[in-house]
């Protein structure tokens, strides 16, 4: 089983981009996926979950958006007006135990795709 997520990058202030993440090895169409990202020096935070029901974190509400393509396999978050402090590494996860904000209730992991905002 594999999670692999891309489209990290260097991006400016107000900018956007789109991170995907494809899965293999099974298919996640009843799991929930979500977006964890970890910033240097700090614990890994949630961001965004999808499941029967989408759940975003306070700081990203209004600018992220979490979507799903059962038929691909693929869950995908898009970001716009992106910030400095949203710089980290982004994580995609899946897990069968609803859509939480606890990394612990996620069972798979991707390797991280890596995001810069500079201001």
């Known amino acids: 089983v594999q999670l692999q997520a891309s489209g990290g990058g260097l991006v400016q202030a107000g900018g956007s981009l789109r991170l995907s993440c494809a899965a293999s090895?099974?298919?996640?169409?009843?799991?929930?996926m979500a977006w964890f990202r970890q910033a240097p020096g700090r614990e890994r935070e949630f961001v965004a979950a999808?499941?029967?029901?989408?759940v975003y974190a306070d700081s990203v509400k209004g600018r992220f958006t979490i979507s799903r393509d059962k038929a691909k396999n693929t869950v995908s978050l898009q970001m716009n007006s992106l910030k400095p402090e949203d710089t980290a590494v982004y994580y995609c996860?899946?897990?069968?135990?609803?859509?939480?904000?606890?990394?612990?209730?996620?069972?798979?992991w991707g390797q991280g795709t890596k995001v810069t905002v500079s201001s």
């Open positions: 996860a899946g897990g069968s135990r609803g859509a939480g904000r606890g990394p612990l209730l996620y069972d798979y």
């Open positions: 999808i499941g029967s029901l989408t």
């Open positions: 090895g099974r298919t996640f169409s009843t799991y929930v």
